[in-house]
């Protein structure tokens, strides 16, 4: 089964657009220290399709560098292949580098 990825810039104009939902994989202690503004926390070990909110828009998923996403999102569409989700490509660190804002404690 295919991941689909997007990259940040593509990802930003989606959240900008209201067309996407954001979901972080990574560890709770992650995500404490610093994530992208709006994003739900997922961990990869326990996402689900049913933990998740139902939604016509696309689904978008980050880590730290991009592992992780794409092993959530592969076990999301094994869950419900109908499902729109994407891996944001290099996860958290593309999206920093490309000057993008995160949220810290």
Same mark, same amino acid.
């Given at each position: 089964?295919?991941?689909?990825t997007?990259?940040?810039?593509t990802?930003? /104009?989606?959240l900008? @657009?209201n /067309?996407?939902?954001?979901?972080?994989?990574r560890?709770p202690?992650e %995500?404490a220290? *610093? $994530?992208i503004a709006?994003?739900? +926390?997922?961990?990869?070990? #326990? =996402?689900s399709?049913?933990g998740?909110p *139902?939604?016509d828009? $696309?689904i978008l998923? %980050?880590c /730290?560098k !991009?592992?992780r996403? #794409? @092993?959530?999102?592969q076990?999301?569409?094994?869950?419900d292949?109908? +499902?729109?989700? %994407? @891996? =944001?490509? !290099?996860? =958290?660190?593309?999206? *920093? *580098? #490309?000057?993008?804002?995160?949220e810290?404690?």
């Amino acid at each position: 089964m295919n991941v689909k990825t997007v990259d940040v810039t593509t990802a930003k /104009q989606w959240l900008d @657009n209201n /067309q996407a939902i954001l979901i972080d994989v990574r560890e709770p202690v992650e %995500y404490a220290l *610093q $994530k992208i503004a709006g994003a739900a +926390l997922h961990p990869v070990g #326990s =996402i689900s399709v049913k933990g998740i909110p *139902q939604t016509d828009k $696309k689904i978008l998923i %980050y880590c /730290q560098k !991009g592992a992780r996403g #794409s @092993n959530a999102c592969q076990k999301l569409m094994t869950e419900d292949e109908a +499902l729109e989700v %994407y @891996n =944001i490509k !290099g996860g =958290i660190e593309a999206w *920093q *580098q #490309s000057g993008l804002p995160t949220e810290r404690t």
